[in-house]
């Protein structure tokens, strides 16, 4: 019983490392997103950088 216990704990923990993961990822892709809209919007397209 108690190694079953230890299994069932391992797997909570696991769980919960595998939800803050995915929680982190979310974050970081929207922080991404975020920062492609910032730098879209600072940008100016008007400037030539070919011509010298």
């Not at 069932?8 to 979310?26: N, P």
């Amino acid at each position: 019983m108690e190694v079953e216990d230890n299994l069932g704990s391992s797997r909570d923990g696991l769980e919960h490392k595998i939800e803050q993961m995915e929680i982190k990822y979310y974050r970081a892709k929207e922080e991404k997103a975020k920062m492609v809209e910032e730098l879209n919007l600072t940008s100016d397209v008007n400037i030539d950088y070919e011509s010298d």
